[in-house]
């Protein structure tokens, strides 16, 4: 596709139970990211891949969060036994690699805003 | 740890008047930094990043950022705001390949 695509654009769900937000990066961007925007807390890293791998989880606020990419392509983001503080808008972004340089700008998909009832 | 602290939650300016946003950053390493614009339901979209080639950085939109090392600061300045300019705009801060820390941002309105 032409940009980063993110589903579904909202969720509402119930507290405790399991979401998956999916991301579907554009073609031919090696490296993936996903981002948490709260009114709380603002901008957070949470975990980003590098092809299928995740080099570094470090953002992932507890193990009720998880990730994966399949085929270098779509990730998902899983949320297990969903709290109401897990209420925020998570984006997803992509790269064609890793790395700041001029030509690896982080191009952004326009969010899940979940809200946990 | 590198982090960026945006001056300013809001801003308001009247159409044709100058923008300035300013942000400051802390990094122990030469930084990449970024400024990020996000309109109402959409992602963040990249106005500019400086990454030590030019002092000078311009945008998109007319926009144009200044690094001085000696101020630890990267201000994002327009000479002209338009209607279309009233967002919330982000300070983003990367002294690695892959994470960046944002600010708070800064929401800009524009009056008629």
């Known amino acids: 596709g032409a940009g980063v695509s993110q589903s579904p654009s909202n969720k509402v769900t119930e507290k405790g139970k399991d979401v998956e937000l999916r991301c579907d990066p554009i073609s031919g961007h090696t490296a993936l990211y996903w981002y948490r925007q709260s009114l709380g807390q603002g901008l957070e890293f949470l975990i980003y891949?590098?092809?299928?791998?995740?080099?570094?989880k470090s953002g992932l606020p507890s193990d009720r969060f998880s990730a994966e990419r399949t085929g270098g392509s779509v990730s998902t983001l899983t949320i297990q036994r969903t709290q109401q503080e897990d209420s925020a808008v998570y984006l997803c972004a992509s790269s064609p690699r890793v790395g700041q340089g001029y030509n690896q700008p982080q191009h952004f998909g326009d969010g899940t805003r979940l809200s946990i009832l | 740890a590198q982090s960026v602290t945006q001056l300013g939650s809001h801003v308001s300016v009247s159409e044709g008047a100058l923008v300035l946003l300013r942000c400051n950053y802390s990094s122990s390493v030469p930084p990449y930094l970024f400024w990020y614009v996000q309109y109402p339901n959409q992602g963040l979209q990249l106005l500019l990043k400086y990454t030590s080639a030019a002092t000078l950085v311009k945008g998109i939109n007319g926009f144009e950022a200044e690094f001085k090392k000696s101020e630890t600061s990267f201000h994002l300045t327009k000479p002209s705001a338009h209607m279309s300019d009233a967002a919330e705009y982000f300070c983003a801060v990367s002294a690695n390949d892959y994470k960046l820390s944002f600010g708070a941002g800064t929401t800009v309105t524009v009056r008629a």
């Open positions: 891949f590098q092809g299928n791998s995740a080099p570094d």
